[in-house]
């Protein structure tokens, strides 16, 4: 693939862990550590984008997601969760 040169401005913090990761020889350099982001943001957008369209599709078919079955989805999928590692947290109880 063919690679442009580019200058950007960028948070001291992003800076300082992509000189990490290359000094951890977990990235190459800072420009394949920083191409590496650029391309999980991409895939990022484009996943974020398919469910928004499949959301609109969905709610044109079906009407409106409603809070509650947002949150009886949620709590049917959390009976369902495998815990991989460490423990269950334990729930606040509401206010």
């Known amino acids: 693939m063919t690679k442009h040169r580019l200058s950007a401005s960028v948070d001291s ?3 300082a862990a992509a000189e990490r990761a290359v000094a951890e020889g977990s990235a190459e350099s800072v420009s394949a550590w920083v191409n590496a982001a650029m391309r999980r943001q991409v895939e990022h957008e484009r996943r974020m ?3 928004r369209d ?3 599709s969905y709610e044109a078919k079906h009407g ?3 809070d509650d079955e947002i949150a009886a989805a949620t709590r ?4 369902r969760a495998v ?3 460490g423990s ?3 729930r606040r109880r509401s206010a």
């Open 13 to 15: 913090d992003l800076l």
């Open 49 to 51: 984008s398919a469910l």
């Open 54 to 56: 499949f959301v609109a």
């Open 64 to 66: 409106s997601i409603t």
């Open 76 to 79: 049917r999928a959390r009976s």
């Open 83 to 85: 815990v991989v590692r």
């Open 88 to 90: 269950t947290p334990k």
